[in-house]
Nanobody, 117 residues
């Protein structure tokens, strides 16, 4: 089993920055994909960004150029640097880890990000 613990959410004014962190523990396959999803009020959960163990990244169009995902493989930790935040970025952000050896995805508990206008 995999446990994911997120941190770094909070309240920020539009134009500000936040950095989210997610530490994974447990039975983690050496090759995996970690990412961040978000769910805003009344919206479906959507992918924000993902990164493979090898460093390949993928971003939602809405965050390209503003958010940067990175990871520290020895620490099994993924980060999301969020700059130029907008009120529409307000959501609960969830960390996700996909293990290709089992085809199982694991979720963190979520961290609230609120951007005020």
């Amino acid at each position: 089993q995999v446990q994911l613990v997120e941190s770094g959410g909070g309240l920020v004014q539009a134009g500000g920055s936040l950095r989210l962190s997610c530490a994974a523990s447990g039975r983690i396959f050496s090759i995996n994909v970690m990412g961040w999803y978000r769910q805003g009020p009344g919206k479906q959960r959507e992918l924000v960004a993902s990164i493979t163990t090898g460093g390949l990244t993928n971003y939602a169009d809405s965050v390209k150029g503003r958010f940067t995902i990175s990871r520290d493989n020895p620490k099994n930790t993924v980060y999301l640097q969020m700059n130029s935040l907008k009120p529409e970025d307000t959501a609960v952000y969830y960390c996700h880890l996909f293990d290709p050896s089992t085809a199982v995805g694991s979720w963190g508990q979520g961290t609230q990000v609120t951007v005020s206008s």
